[in-house]
C-alpha cells in the first residue's frame, strides 16, 4: 500500500499506537490518532509530529471512515470491518515494511521468554538479530534497521488484524484457556493463534508444539516445513530431550546438542528450550554456537524468578502465570514442597487441573483477590488452604509456615487488576514484601 495522501487512523496511542501513528505519517500519510482516554491520561503525546491530527477523550464509534484503520491490540479489529478499506495492526505494517524475513512465536504462555532466547542465540550465532513486537518493543521500531532477522512476538489480539503476514519461521508455543471474553470459547482462541500459519507457503517453517493434539493436529499449508517439539518423544522432524542433550532432526540431519543450564533452565523451561532450539535451527546457524548463549541467559523478570532465600527458604515470583497452563507449568519447575500464592481476577480455565497439580506438589495454598473463594472451593478436601486477602499478608503468612528446603512461590493462575496495576506491580510488590522480612528478620 502506497501511504502517500491516504488517510489512516490510528485507535489507541499505547507503545504500539504511537509507533504506528509515527510510522504512517513518515510516509506521508494523512493520520488521525484517536484514543477514548483524555489528554492527561496519555503519555507521550507531544513526541508525536505536529501533522498528526489528535481526537482524544470521545468515543471511536463517531469517527469517520478511512483508507486505513490500525487498531492497538487492545481494541477488537472485526468493530472495524467495513469501516475502512483495510484493517492492519502494527504487525502486518511490520510486516509489509521489512526486507527480512521473520520469526514469528505465538501461544498462551513463554512467549516472551522464547523470543529472547531465540534473539540471543541467533546473536551468538553471528546474526543481526532484535527482538520485538507484544514485548514492549513495537514491531515497527525494526523498520530501517540494519537486521538480518526480526523475531516478533505476536499475540491473539495481534494476529486479528494481520491480513499478508506470511513469517519464515512461524512457532505456536502451547495453549491455554485465556482471552475468552475477547475471543469466545477456546476454540475461537486457537483459530485466532492458527493464523500465524495462514500465509505461509514453500520455504517456509511451522513449528509446532507436538506434546498438545490440539496444536499437533492443526492444519498447514501442504508445501511448509512441518516441524514439532516434543519434551521425550522422538518425533519424525523436530526436537526432543534426551537427557540434558536435544536432538534435532531436520532436512535428513540429525544434531545433538547439550544445553547448557547455566542461570536459566531445569525441567520447568524445556518446552521453551527446545522450541527455541528449533526455531534458531531453520535459520540454519551452526546450532553448538548459537547455544553457548545459554550459559549467560537469565530469563525474564516475573517468570520463575528467584528472589532469593531466607533461612533455607527459596522464593520465586511467577507473577506472570496469569492463567491455569502458566500456574502448572510454575508448579511443576519447582523441587520439593511449595507454599503456594494464588489468586487474582480469574481468567477462565478448568481448575480442577490446576488442584490436581497442586495436590502433589503444594503443602499451603495462601490465596488472595477476587478468585479466593473459588479456588479455595477448587482446592477443597486436596491440599490446606488460607484465604489471606492481600499479597503482603501473604507472603509473611507463607514465610512464617515454611521450612528450610521448602519454597514459597507466587504463581497466582489470575489477572492481576483487581489489585494491582499489571503483573509487574503484582511481581514488586511480592518481591518488596520478601525483602522486608529479609531486613526485618520477619521469619517465624
Known sequence: ?????????????????????????????????????????????DALPA?????????????????????????????????????????????????????????????????????AMAQAAGLRARAAGNLGVPALELVGQPLDIAILEVSSFQLE????????????????????????????YLATKARIFARQGAGDSAILNGDDARIRDLGLPGSVERLEFRRRHAVEAGAWLDGRNAIVRRQGRRETVRLLEGRFGGSGQDDNLLAALLAVATLDVDLRIATTALADFEGLPHRSESVGEIAGIRFIDDSKATNVGAAIRALESVEGPILWIAGGRHKGGDLSRLADCAAARVRRAFLIGEAADEFADALEGRIPVERVGDLEKAVERAAGSAH????????????SFDQFENFEDRGRRFQSAVRALEATGGMR
Open 1 to 45: 500500500m502506497e501511504f502517500e495522501g491516504r488517510s489512516v487512523l490510528v485507535l489507541g496511542l499505547g507503545v504500539s499506537g504511537h509507533s504506528a501513528a509515527r510510522f504512517c505519517a513518515s510516509r506521508g500519510a494523512r493520520v488521525v490518532a484517536a484514543d477514548e482516554r483524555a489528554r492527561e491520561s496519555i503519555p507521550g503525546l
Open 51 to 119: 501533522s498528526i491530527e489528535l481526537r482524544l477523550g470521545a468515543p471511536f464509534p463517531e469517527l469517520g471512515d478511512f483508507d486505513l484503520v490500525v487498531p492497538s491490540p487492545g481494541i477488537p479489529a472485526d468493530r472495524w470491518a467495513g469501516r475502512a478499506r483495510r484493517v492492519w495492526g502494527d504487525i502486518e505494517l511490520c510486516y509489509r515494511a521489512l526486507p527480512i524475513p521473520i520469526l514469528a512465536v505465538t501461544g498462551t504462555n513463554g512467549k516472551s521468554t522464547v523470543v529472547r532466547l531465540i534473539e
Open 161 to 188: 488484524s494481520v491480513d499478508a503476514f506470511r513469517p519464515r519461521t512461524a512457532l505456536f508455543l502451547n495453549l491455554s484457556p485465556d482471552h475468552l471474553d475477547r475471543h469466545g470459547d477456546l476454540e475461537g
Open 404 to 415: 528450610a528446603g521448602e519454597s514459597v512461590l507466587l504463581a497466582p493462575a489470575c489477572a
